[in-house]
């Protein structure tokens, strides 16, 4: 399964460097400026073994500003978003996160932090996670971005705590300056515990007057605890709108919030 997600990740990654030759014309620069996003998504997940499946929904905001005149940036970011299981259970799950990043108009490197709780409305108690890690992105033309990132997280349920790492990869290729489709992998672990989340996404940006974009995607986890595995396949779409001046998709990615790097993705799953 592990070479399968690679192989997909890997593929994608040599496919945006192929069309990546062809150039765009000329936009303005990648320097980050002060920006918000406010955006609302929903997520199906489909579960094996007759377990069900999963509705969220929710809301998300985040922000990013530089430092002064600095190359220094700044970006904080937070997520509510409501969860309804087959089996009865209804979850509000909670995301607030930090990151500082240095940033050139050949891409960003930065670490970053990130608090995501689970509170079970049938008293089932909260599980906590706090992440901690790294991140970078390249921008290695004017229509592909290549990121890495990695670190470690802490999770507490009911007074134990447990850790874990983390790491992630992603592909985007800009067919358009309003359109990018994106390949993620994602892994997260421990000794008794093994997730793996492969996602492909596809973003388009309606108005560079009114930048409202829209996305959606697909995505496959695999998941070991204990030795059970479980498998699930997920789809997701949602809308954002950008403040902070017109422009294009690919500049607003490139020079505003990363939705991306700052983010935990493989623990975040746990936790839309």
């Known amino acids: 399964m592990h070479r399968m997600f690679v192989a997909g990740a890997s593929a994608l990654a040599l496919a945006t460097v192929a069309f990546g030759g062809v150039a765009f014309a000329d936009e303005a620069s990648n320097t980050v400026t002060p920006q918000v996003t406010i955006g609302g998504d929903y997520t199906y997940l489909g579960l094996n073994h007759g377990l069900g499946n999963v509705n969220a929904g929710g809301v998300t905001l985040s922000g990013v500003t530089p430092i002064g005149s600095t190359n220094f940036i700044v970006q904080g970011d937070a997520a509510y978003h409501r969860e309804s299981y087959e089996a009865g259970v209804d979850v509000d799950a909670y995301n607030v996160g930090g990151s500082v990043a240095y940033a050139t108009t050949q891409g960003r490197v930065g670490v970053a932090v990130g608090y995501n709780g689970l509170n079970f409305n049938q ?3 909260n599980l906590n996670l706090v992440t901690y890690g790294a991140y970078g992105q390249w921008y290695a033309t004017d229509r592909v971005t290549l990121g890495l990132k990695g670190g ?3 999770i507490t349920n009911s007074g134990a705590d447990t850790t874990l790492a983390y790491a992630g990869v992603q592909a985007t290729g800009y ?6 489709v994106s390949g993620t992998y994602d892994w997260a672990g421990e000794n008794h515990l093994n997730l793996n989340t492969a996602s492909i996404q596809a973003a388009y940006q309606v108005s560079r007057r009114y930048p409202v974009t829209v996305f959606g995607g697909w995505s496959y986890s695999d998941v070991s605890i204990y030795g059970i595995d479980l498998q699930g396949n997920g789809v997701n779409i949602g809308v954002k709108y950008t403040f902070g001046g017109e422009g294009s998709l690919e500049h607003h990615d490139r020079s505003g919030v990363d939705s991306w790097g ?3 993705s493989s623990l975040r799953s746990l936790f839309f």
């Open 175 to 180: 067919l358009t300056r309003d359109l990018s």
């Open 152 to 154: 470690g997280a802490s």
């Open 123 to 125: 008293g089932g108690g």
């Open 262 to 264: 700052p983010v935990a």
